[in-house]
């Protein structure tokens, strides 16, 4: 087998396209920040570390109204998290995150990933056009939108 062999891709190229203008879409009326990040384990027990670990990796705390949310998902490990910064996370508290992960997971058990991931982005786009709404005077996409994969 060479070192070179294609990873196996998670979603096709419609769906990640699907999942990033549903990110897109998301931010379109808030100053908030979504990003994915899809591997295939996750190293940790809990995927809320895991999540934690990723986000802080990426730097998205460092968005102005620290309002950027990641959704964190492990293919194979079948775990999923979503870790929000400290401003949407005052807001919405821990029961949002919770029934957020769990409409997921029925999509998940339905093998829908992307669908369930772009449902997902849209709803906590909602929650953050609710708390943290578009300025077009000052607001700027801080953070990619595209899909993070790792290993």
């Known amino acids: 087998m060479s070192l ?7 979603f096709t190229a419609e769906e990640k396209h699907r999942i990033v203008e549903a ?26 570390d895991q999540a934690a670990e990723i986000f802080f990796g990426l730097e998205m705390q460092k968005t102005e109204q620290r309002n950027a949310v990641l959704i964190y998902v492990a293919i194979k ?11 949407i996370h005052q807001k919405v508290g821990d029961a949002y995150w ?11 058990n339905r093998s829908n990933y992307a669908e369930g991931i772009r449902q997902c982005v849209l709803e906590v786009g909602e929650a953050l056009y609710a708390h943290f709404p578009y300025d077009r005077q000052v607001d700027k996409n801080e953070l990619p939108d595209d899909i993070v994969f790792g290993k």
Not at 98 to 108: A, C, L, Q, T
């Open 23 to 48: 990110v897109q879409q998301a931010e379109q009326r808030t100053s908030g920040e979504v990003r994915i990040f899809v591997e295939s384990r996750c190293k940790y027990v809990d995927a809320i």
């Open 98 to 108: 919770k029934d957020k992960v769990k409409k997921m997971i029925s999509n998940f």
């Open 77 to 87: 490990d079948r775990q999923l998290a979503i870790f929000g910064d400290e401003g």
């Open 4 to 10: 070179f062999a294609r990873k196996k891709e998670f």
